[in-house]
């Protein structure tokens, strides 16, 4: 118990909690568009088939190693220790299935879905609904992060990755930067979507509520409006049409991410063009 209670402390670690672009938010960002980078040079090296593969490991890896650091985490919320005695109680509100949750499980999918129009839904996800996810929380972390240290590293790791990984995926070509790349995503999300209101349902006719926090993908209408900007609609709409609202939301924010991945794209092409001139 004592070893069990010292690795504890360590991955316990505290420090002041990181304000919105302070030095620890504004390293993440730095780190972000250095690896979008660095990550797109190194699939741009690749040639067919050997590209692909390099492609694919890359985001198995990155999923796996978030998944790795989720396991830290609900490990880290779960317990505590008072007075020398390591006790556990598990805090339903962290339950890991959240919307920016699901790049890491989307991820960690595509290695058993080889092909195929699942594994193509998934890549297709994480070039789009997945940069909008990273992107949101990148540009506004106003409540990821607390005082533990490794915490605060797995929020911004899982979180920034998102970028990288998407933007590669459209820069490799892998996933086509078109306009079919949120169609191909959708059942995907709204795979995620329909699980999340099955959850909170659960729930809800369980009686968890009482006693602890449960909303996945904030759209539970069972607990307070809490999601920034769609609380304002989940507070005046019924919930059929506020939950529609969200999905029609969330996918054309997810449009948008790829139509801007095609606009910068074309403008680089250009300005490469008359370089070349």
């Not at 509520?209 to 304002?232: D, I």
């Not at 049409?241 to 680089?268: E, K, N, P, Q, T």
Request: aromatic share 14%; net charge positive; hydrophobic share 50%.
């Amino acid at each position: 118990m004592d070893f069990l209670i010292s690795v504890f402390k360590i991955l316990d670690l505290q420090m002041t909690r990181p304000e919105p672009y302070g030095w620890f938010h504004i390293m993440w960002l730095a780190l972000t568009v250095v690896g979008t980078v660095l990550l797109c040079k190194w699939v741009g090296k690749g040639k067919g088939e050997e590209k692909g593969a390099l492609v694919r490991r890359i985001v198995l890896v990155t999923a796996v190693i978030c998944a790795l650091l989720e396991l830290y985490k609900q490990i880290v919320f779960t317990f505590e220790l008072n007075d020398g005695t390591l006790t556990g109680d598990y805090q339903w509100y962290a339950f890991p299935f959240q919307f920016c949750s699901m790049p890491m499980l989307a991820g960690v999918l595509t290695g058993f879905f080889k092909r195929g129009r699942v594994h193509r839904g998934l890549m297709a996800f994480l070039a789009s609904y997945s940069i909008f996810a990273g992107f949101i929380v990148m540009l506004m972390p106003t409540t990821v992060f607390v005082g533990t240290i490794g915490v605060n590293i797995e929020t911004m790791f899982c979180h920034a990755s998102m970028i990288p990984v998407g933007v590669m995926l459209l820069h490799s070509g892998y996933v086509a930067p078109d306009h079919s790349a949120v169609f191909k995503a959708m059942p995907v999300f709204g795979t995620a979507v329909a699980l999340a209101c099955i959850m909170n349902e659960i729930a809800h006719a369980s009686g968890l509520l009482a006693t602890e926090e449960f909303n996945m993908f904030y759209v539970s209408p069972y607990c307070a409006p809490s999601l920034p900007v769609y609380s304002s609609v989940q507070a005046v709409v019924p919930y059929p049409l506020s939950l529609i609202i969200y999905v029609v939301g969330f996918s054309l924010a997810a449009y948008i991410m790829v139509l801007i991945y095609m606009v910068c794209h074309r403008i680089a092409k250009r300005v490469k063009a008359k370089r070349t001139v």
